[in-house]
């Protein structure tokens, strides 16, 4: 793609880097089948390749409307557009500027700008997060149908009917990784991060909780809030350094989302001469919990071995996109389930997302729940027991709209193995 840049872009790092992807898009329109919002829209401007033009026009200075800014709004940053591309265009990466610019040149409505505050300002906070759950709680009853779906129960049930091990491990390996416990899913999902802190212990892998870690930024990020997902970063990074130089060996995330962010800090905080060593190290020992276990298949498999044999449970497993498309794991967790003697089921159209998309079910909620519904659906029609998926926003997305039980798959593993 031809591109002429505006004066007040061209030569700054993200211009040059938009400019870069920009013309590895070739306009052949093999990312339009793989977009969920194209596919229910029907508008080119609802497409990757369509919002590509859109950011180009922006760059090269032309007008910037609201209209711009509701079709980039529209997309889920669910790069499955990526995972589609031939020519390897980083729409993820163009999407971030594009955004950014637009969010500088296009105000939004008074109502549009107090409810990203309160995201904003509420969701990272696993402190503020508990606060909300309890006032949601207690107002259930007075809550529209669709928003009662979405408020988690006090005490979850034990995930999937299994018994969950208690408490957290006591660090007795000296093989050591790091957690990152995240800021919703420590408020709404307590129980993921200890379950999975069990399986590695099970294998001769202790996990410690660094504690002073907080939300990996994600959610500013994604909101065009840099700055604070900067800051996000920083904070995790000086949270974590010591425990990586005194030699644990990766930083473990349960939430694939936080994951694909913490692997991006390197690019984040490349420009920060303070940082930016530190970050390109942290960035290269993160990992989602899958990609440590299926580092560890013949310890894990020997420790299944041992545990208790136990009837197949049919599971359909949702594959979250930043799982997929973002950190390109596939197929791991369900090699991981069968390994475990789980019975998978098909799943149908799985490289789609299910409308969840961090804050996209609350921002784009009707968007969000057409996907919901066909991603139910797929999911569904395996006659499974259980699903199981990867991330935590994805989890409260789709347990609010089935009647089967959703948990994270480690939850699962865990149960398999037991208290040992
Ligand atoms: S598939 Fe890739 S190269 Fe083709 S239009 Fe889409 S983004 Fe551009
Ligand atoms: S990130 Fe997802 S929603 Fe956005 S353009 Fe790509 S495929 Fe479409």
Redesign the pocket.
């Known amino acids: 793609?031809q591109t002429a840049l505006a004066d007040f872009v061209r030569d700054t790092p993200a211009g040059r880097e938009a400019n870069a992807i920009l013309r590895?898009?070739?306009?052949?329109?093999?990312?339009?089948p793989a977009c969920p919002t194209y596919q229910l829209l029907g508008d080119e401007l609802d497409?990757?390749?369509g919002r590509?033009y859109l950011m180009k026009q922006l760059l090269e200075g032309e007008p910037v409307t609201a209209r711009t800014q509701l079709h980039l709004d529209r997309c889920l940053t669910c790069r499955a557009?990526?995972s589609?591309?031939?020519?390897?265009?980083q729409?993820g990466r163009l999407l971030d500027i594009g955004r950014e610019l637009t969010e500088e040149r296009v105000p939004r409505t008074a109502n549009e700008r107090v409810k990203r505050y309160l995201l904003r300002k509420i969701v990272p906070h696993r402190g503020r997060v508990r606060v909300l759950l309890r006032l949601a709680r207690a107002a259930r009853p007075l809550l529209p149908r669709s928003l009662r779906a979405r408020v988690p129960p006090a005490a979850p049930p034990a995930p999937c009917g299994a018994p969950a091990p208690a408490g957290w491990p006591p660090p007795r390996h000296a093989r050591r990784v790091l957690f990152i416990e995240g800021c919703v899913q420590d408020a709404v999902a307590p129980g993921i991060n200890p379950a999975a802190a069990h399986v590695l212990d099970r294998i001769g892998i202790s996990a410690l909780r660094v504690r002073a870690c907080g939300c990996c930024g994600m959610l500013d990020h994604h909101l065009g809030a840099r700055a604070a997902a900067e800051a996000a970063a920083r904070r995790n990074i000086d949270a974590l350094w010591g425990h990586i130089e005194a030699g644990a060996e990766a930083v473990v995330m349960t939430a694939s989302a936080c994951a694909s962010m913490v692997a991006d800090y390197a690019r984040l905080l490349a420009g920060d001469a303070a940082y930016a060593a530190r970050a390109a190290r942290i960035s290269s020992l993160a990992r989602d919990i899958s990609q440590v276990l299926a580092a560890e298949s013949g310890a894990l498999t020997a420790a299944l071995q041992d545990a208790a044999a136990a009837a197949p449970v049919r599971v359909a497993f949702q594959a979250p996109c930043t799982l997929q498309h973002a950190l390109r794991v596939r197929g791991v967790v369900e090699g991981l389930l069968a390994g475990a003697g789980l019975a998978l089921t098909e799943v149908t159209d799985g490289q789609r997302c299910c409308g969840s998309a961090g804050t996209y079910s609350l921002l784009q909620p009707q968007l969000s729940q057409q996907l919901l519904r066909s991603k139910v659906a797929a999911l569904e029609s395996g006659r499974p027991e259980v699903i199981v998926t990867a991330n935590v926003g994805c989890l409260m997305h789709l347990r609010s709209g089935t009647a089967l039980p959703v948990c994270h798959w480690v939850e699962l593993l865990a149960a398999r193995l037991g208290d040992g």
């Not at 590895?24 to 093999?30: D, I, K, L, R, S």
């Not at 589609?84 to 265009?89: E, H, K, L, M, R």
Request: neutral net charge; charged residues 10%.
């Open positions: 793609m590895n898009c070739v306009h052949c329109g093999f990312c339009l497409s990757p390749r590509i557009c990526e589609a591309c031939p020519s390897g265009v729409y």
